[in-house]
């Protein structure tokens, strides 16, 4: 898919308390079947969050809630595609479709700003004992592989790091950006292996890969 933002912006919630998001695996699913059915190009991205447990019908418990932004389904679609999200969703989890939301995106910059601030939010932060990614894709959504995104975000927070670390030495402007990259450079280009000593019988000491030793001697 090209790099088009999203359009549209849902969100499924369920009436079940529960750290289980595992639990809604196959439902999600189906609904992204059903949206893929009725538009062959949709992609969504996902956030998992957890309401806070304090509203008053709540009982004290948390509830999770999927917050997708769908790209390839044409905005003026918004009332269709939650149609179809309630009718593939509330048919397999406690959920009334009332509950569905869907809504266009006016400004992607400040939806991603509100988004990334829940991500913050220790009250909508999943519970203790909760496992699994917050955030995912499919695997057509974004301009480029989710690995190559990531490597990429990591890189950006390791030179961000080298940058604080040369201004924090006293260097700044141009100087600190070059030292910050020469020492990107130079993290980068440091490989380790974990390797295994073996004694030979003439005392002499070898050093071989572990992968490859427990290729040939299966330990």
């Known amino acids: 898919m090209t790099n088009e933002p999203p359009v549209l912006w849902s969100v499924l919630t369920t009436r079940t308390a529960t750290i289980d998001t595992a639990a809604f695996k196959d439902a999600r699913h189906r609904v992204r079947e059903a949206v893929t059915r009725r538009w062959p190009s949709a992609q969504c991205a996902t956030l998992i969050e957890f309401t806070t447990g304090r509203g008053t019908h709540s009982g004290g418990r948390r509830r999770p809630h999927w917050n997708d932004t769908w790209k390839g389904v044409p905005v003026e679609d918004g009332d269709h595609l939650r149609r179809v999200l309630a009718e593939a969703w509330c048919g397999r989890v406690d959920a009334l479709p009332r509950g569905q939301h869907v809504q266009p995106i006016a400004e992607v910059g400040g939806l991603m700003r509100y988004l990334a601030l829940h991500f ?22 974004l301009a ?38 020469d020492r990107l450079g130079d993290a980068v280009a440091v490989t380790w292996e974990l390797v295994r000593s073996i004694e030979l019988p003439d005392g002499e000491l070898v050093y071989a890969p572990v992968g490859a030793i427990t290729a040939q001697y299966g330990r």
């Open 144 to 181: 480029e592989p989710m690995a190559a995104a990531r490597e990429r975000a990591r890189g950006a927070l390791r030179f961000r790091r080298e940058l604080r670390q040369a201004h924090a030495d006293g260097l700044e402007g141009e100087e600190a950006v070059e030292v910050a990259r």
């Open 120 to 141: 913050q939010k220790e009250s909508q932060a999943p519970p203790a004992g909760w496992r699994g990614h917050r955030f995912r894709t499919t695997r057509g959504y």
